[in-house]
């Protein structure tokens, strides 16, 4: 996950009018996010619930919003999840990941 999440970072990186004038890196930035969001949606309920501090839901939501066949994807959704929400769900997993291999 953490990994999709610096590859989608890296296009984020570029500014909106990068994202929003190219196609490839819109459909680049969904397929790591539909990377994201199904390895999210693989955990365990209890690992969730152990680490509920990353918002589970909202990633199942964006799921939804991204999967194909549900709709056009929502660009304008995708980048404003990227610019507000991506972040928080990074810093919360490098987190969880600090602590799953610090000595107990």
Do not use: C
């Amino acid at each position: 996950m953490l990994e999709a999440i610096q590859k989608t970072k890296r296009y984020q990186d570029r500014g909106r009018q990068a994202f929003f004038s190219d196609d490839d890196t819109q459909q680049l930035v969904v397929h790591n996010l539909e990377h994201i969001v199904e390895s999210a949606d693989h955990m365990s309920q209890r690992f969730k619930k152990q680490h509920s501090a990353v918002d589970w839901a909202r990633l199942r939501k964006v799921r939804t919003m991204i999967v194909p066949g549900y709709a056009e994807i929502p660009v304008e959704d995708v980048w404003e999840f990227l610019r507000s929400e991506l972040p928080q769900i990074e810093k919360r997993l490098l987190k969880l990941r600090t602590r799953a291999s610090s000595p107990a």
